[in-house]
């Protein structure tokens, strides 16, 4: 965890808070809110931009999660936002229905409990392009933390509220740097260096990682659909008991 040897751990799944708030207070650089405002602007210049794209991709992929296993299309989560506030995170339904929405366990794009398509939708970062709808309600921007869900967020208060300073992303230094094994501190700590480096030229170095990473997971999926490999549970009984498992 690069420039956060200071930090101290709490709880279980040792979490990192920062050693003091104002090491990572935004509202102090003078610039750093007029550029918050910029991005508003940007990220819905952004979403008009990519409209005529994303109606008819969402259109397949919707029609295709709906055929390949039971259950509804959109998957719908609390999520803490800028300022603490609480909204619904949007995306495609990847997992079996039953399946726990909280886990200790990570869950991977090859788990019993992801659907067919799932997996592929996740190694694509398909799943996400329904975050958009966030992004236009003002929930997301495009660039930003990792969105904490509900039940994490109160184990590491101070490291929270520094995150809350910006609306979280459907991309962003932690996103770009995940992996299936990656332990949430690591994560974290991602996501706090983002806050330290909070600017135009750190935003500009994670659309570059995105682009990356997009490309990257796009190929590992087709790789992946060609080989009939990571298929996921999709109508496989055995997704049942591996929710049960976990629950």
């Not at 690069?2 to 003091?20: F, K």
């Not at 990220?43 to 008009?48: F, Y």
């Not at 005529?52 to 998957?75: H, M, R, T």
């Not at 799932?118 to 966030?134: I, P, S, T």
Request: glycine share 8%; net charge positive; aromatic share 8%.
């Amino acid at each position: 965890m690069r420039g956060h040897a200071g930090w101290r751990e709490i709880s279980a799944l040792d979490l990192p808070e920062p050693a003091s708030a104002v090491r990572t207070d935004i509202c102090e650089r003078r610039w750093a809110l007029r550029y918050l405002r910029l991005r508003r602007a940007l990220d819905l210049a952004v979403c008009a931009a990519v409209l005529p794209i994303w109606i008819p991709l969402v259109a397949v992929i919707a029609l295709v999660v709906k055929l390949d296993s039971p259950g509804p299309v959109v998957f719908r989560q609390p999520r803490v936002g800028r300022g603490g506030r609480v909204f619904e995170i949007y995306k495609f339904r990847t997992m079996v229905v039953g399946a726990p929405q909280f886990s200790a366990a990570k869950i991977g794009a090859a788990h019993p409990l992801v659907t067919r398509i799932g997996g592929f939708l996740r190694r694509a970062c398909l799943d996400e392009l329904l975050q958009l709808v966030n992004v236009v309600k003002g929930e997301m921007s495009w660039i930003g933390p990792r969105p904490e869900q509900l039940v994490l967020a109160h184990l590491h208060p101070a490291s929270q509220a520094a995150r809350e300073q910006v609306l979280p992303g459907v991309t962003g230094w932690w996103q770009v740097h995940h992996r299936d094994d990656s332990p949430l501190a690591e994560g974290l700590a991602y996501d706090l260096e983002y806050i330290e480096r909070f600017g135009p030229l750190m935003d500009l170095r994670v659309v570059l990682a995105t682009f990356r990473v997009l490309c990257a997971g796009f190929v590992a999926a087709l790789r992946e659909a060609w080989r009939g490999r990571g298929r996921g549970a999709g109508w496989d009984p055995r997704a049942r008991q591996a929710a049960d498992d976990l629950e």
